[in-house]
């Protein structure tokens, strides 16, 4: 039997109602903040993630699935959103307006080769947004506030916002240089990773999981003593945001990030429940001015965040959050003998055309049977078609809930049935 490739997953019918809920509040909360759906493509051209994500990262050197079209193309599936969301905004030059700040979200599949864990797979799902035009700690507050009141719709309470600065350009190389100079007499006993990190990027070393209680990064030197007068009023700018929408937030100076696109504020909201499994972080994100240019576009700046959907359903899981159940069907044919299907499939159709939910029996089933398929399908009523009602253009229907079964004629059937479920719902809702 073939399964499905290592590191990917289905979501099973039985499953889909939670993903369709977690999707419903992620778009009615992106629409009261005025942010609109982008959909681009599932692969982009290799070098958009190498420039984008940063050639240093974990991503790029270990986790692309990178791949030759038949045309000899370099393609790969994209291992997360903003680079591909950025590319589009530059492509169509939706910054042409001056002033414009563009507001985006998506949701979709992503791609990591990484090694599997709960809460970590090879084929995930990411919610994110993007907000590109404008360089104002307002703004970055707002991507935070959206996504904290995201989880607030879901139920989630155990969960907690990590927030830090990086600073600008020249905050940041300043405080690189300070970190490569404390760090180079540790070098040896580092791990493999750090050691090679050291060079190329050594902020990563600060949330490195396997030299987190190394001496060299508790005595490590921290960022704020080399954030420049402008970055500082930034971060300050943000928290006092934060503060006066009552968003609770812990500075956590070794937050770093993993994407190279990073500068001034980055955070990342991870989940306290206990059992929740190694891959706390829920979802992250953060400022990145200067990305648009690095992919040809104009110095814009941007920031955003995302979230790992397949994450945030365990969350709700391990909350014990109760999903609302998808009512599948509102009702049920049931036919007494193989003279009436036909007749059945014409009362399909008027009920379908008239947005009732229903469905009926393919298996020949006998009566009892079909009843029973009612029950397990949650038919709120079933209508029963005989041989003599069909003949004077009636059918039977019957409450599943209180059992009563009247006699009506079918032209009466689209009215009374939209009455009863209208009834139905406001009292279950
Ligand atoms: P990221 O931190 O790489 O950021 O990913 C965001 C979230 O995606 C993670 O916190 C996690 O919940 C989820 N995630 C990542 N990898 C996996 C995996 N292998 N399996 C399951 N879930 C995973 C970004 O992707 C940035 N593009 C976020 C951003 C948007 N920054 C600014 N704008």
Redesign the pocket.
Known sequence: MIQSAKGTYDILPSDISKWHYLEAIIREVCELYNYQEIRTPIFESTGLFERGVGESTDIVTKEMYTFLDKGNRSITLRP???AGVVRSYVEHKMYAEANQLTKLYYIGPMF?Y?RMQK????Q?Y?F?V?ALGANNPMLDAEVIALSVNIFKRLGLKEVKVLINTLGDTESRLNYRKALINHLKPFQDSLCTDCKKRLEINPLRVLDCKVDKNHQAIKTAPEMKAYLNAESQQFFDNVLKCLDDSGIEYVLDNNLV???DYYNHTVY?IISNVEGFGAQT??????R?NGLVQVIGGPDIPGV?????M??LILALEAENITIPESDNVDVYLVTMSDKTNQFAMKILDILRKNQIKCDKDYFDRKVKAQFKQADKVKAKYVIIIGEEEMKQNKVSIKNMKNEVQETIEVKELVKELTERLEVYYESNS
């Open positions: 997360e959103g903003t990591r990484e809460g970590r797979s090879r995930f990411q994110g993007e990030r993993g994407l990342e972080a829920l979802g992250g994100g953060g990145y955003g965040f995302a979230f790992g397949d994450r």
